[in-house]
């Protein structure tokens, strides 16, 4: 999805709605039910994007080896200059953003570093047994 704003740009006080879902497929690997909702808008000359990015990461969890299902959200909250953004994880190229890339590149970058199946998640050790490394085994 490519959303042009020009039209924005060109009209101070004006804005454009963004609300869709999204499927992302290998822009964002992973990831279902991907959602985003916000808008374009142009006070007095200065176009601004905010985004409320939400999808479900489906991994598994470094601790134990489950499966791991994550609720991730994000924002996107920035300017555009005549070039586009600073933000990296916005993609705009001849005066439209690539809705799809943008999204996409925001969720990959809220994935924790460390993806856990519950927070309380206590690892193989928790399933009864544990993983004894012994020294004298040469
Ligand atoms: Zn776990």
Redesign the pocket.
């Known amino acids: 999805m490519l959303i042009d704003i020009s039209s924005v740009r060109k009209s101070d006080g004006s804005s454009l709605r963004i609300d869709s879902a999204f499927e992302l497929g290998e822009l964002a690997p992973g990831f279902t039910d991907v959602r985003a909702e916000g808008e374009v808008r142009n006070t007095s000359g200065i176009v601004s994007m905010k985004l409320r990015i939400s999808g479900v990461y489906s991994s598994v969890?470094d601790?134990?080896g489950?499966d791991?299902v994550l609720s991730i959200e994000t924002e996107i909250d920035t300017v555009f200059d005549a070039d586009g953004t600073k933000d990296d994880s916005v993609s705009f190229t001849d005066g439209r953003i690539d809705l799809d890339k943008t999204v996409g590149d925001a969720l990959i970058l809220a994935v924790p570093m460390q993806i856990?199946?519950?927070e309380d998640?206590e690892?193989i050790s928790g399933e009864g047994y544990e993983i004894i490394f012994d020294e004298d085994e040469n």
Do not use: E, I, K, Q
Request: aromatic share 0%.
């Open positions: 969890c601790r134990c489950n791991a856990l199946c519950s998640c690892g």
